[in-house]
């Protein structure tokens, strides 16, 4: 696997466990939905997921991780239609997804 690619999946887990940081207080949708600070840090982590899931695809389309461009469309639906922003559905990106995703690349990660 390319250093560059290893490099972008780093700040992946990175974001995911700055994601789990911040919400480690924010155990409910309503705890979370409340919390202004916590929600736009969360977002920006998606934003770097997303982008840095961008920048793994560019260098290996075939990555082995299920829906990468579910990560960069929703970067992109951050980054340009911030006003459709549901908190619903990011607390579902947090509480399903992310675990998944995280796994996902710490085992490709484990790959020499």
Known sequence: ???QIKKFLQDIVNSISSINNFTEQ???FADY????LVKRAVERELEIIGEAMKRVLELDPEIK???P???VNFRNRIS?????IDDYIIWGIITR???ILKKE???LLQKK
């Not at 340009?80 to 459709?84: A, C």
């Open 69 to 71: 461009k579910g990560a």
């Open 97 to 99: 997804h992310l675990p």
């Open 80 to 84: 340009h239609g911030y006003d459709t």
């Open 65 to 67: 991780i299920n829906n």
């Open 33 to 36: 939905k409340n919390n202004k």
């Open 105 to 107: 690349v710490e085992l």
């Open 1 to 3: 696997m390319e250093r």
């Open 26 to 28: 924010t155990r409910t």
